[in-house]
């Protein structure tokens, strides 16, 4: 397989009244790749290049407040209006009208987001390790749920949780995205210095932590008020890394009546990365999904 930084482009522009920057490769069909936390594009390095041989436009942004994209002050610039705006906003600056939204973690939730309040931007939905956000709103009320996802609470406060993450060349962070992991490869030395560096720059863990700070609050309520039908039109797979120690696996089947054209694909032996934890039998689930259109 290619590697990553072998394929992509470097892309920039004003959208959605922000600066947001991506990456791209190859030519054909649309797909946007939205990561979650604590990452940036490079969460989708395995899915790329695969992606792109296989005949397909990638597009990966760094979402809004993370590493290069822009970081707009306040919590208001990260509702879910101005997450999935950027979703229609980018689609749009690629010159299509829609494309295959594939997200993982908070990129799971904004895709799951802008399925339901703008379906006409989403031909076909993937989902990894992100449940629908009205299915997670029911689920925090469970105390073993609300176990899991204590750390939610940590990140609510101001100031903390940035220098937690930031101490001893964020050593935290690092812990995290190989403690969530299965596979002990799955996050190199090298990957990551890559998402140290991302970190680092100015304003980028603020911008980070604004999900948890407002979405948490607010993305189940967006769901479920949304004007647009509540019911997930675009034929949808979720592929579930059953090892999550955060998000049961139980959570994965958002249920025919929220979508009725799903598919949901649980992956054994991968964690909540999922796609670095099984980037293989993830990428064939992806491919195979797309080639059914």
Known sequence: MALVDDVVTSCEATVNGIRL????????????????FPEFWYSWRHQIPALAAAGYRVVAPDLRGYAQSGKPAGYDSYTGAALTGDVAGLVAACGAQRATVVGHDWGGVIAWLTALTRPEVVERLVVLNAPHPAVFARAVRNPWQAVRSAYMALFQLPVVPEAMLRANDFAMLRLALRAMSVRPDAFTASDLDRYAEAFARPGALTGALAYYRVQGRSLARAARTARTPRTVTAPTLVIWGRRDPVLGVDLADPGPDRVPDRRVEVVDDAGHFVQADAPEEVNRLLLEFLAAQ
């Not at 920057?21 to 979650?36: D, I, T």
């Open 21 to 36: 920057h991506w990456v791209e490769a190859g030519s054909g069909p649309l797909v946007v790749l939205l990561h979650g």
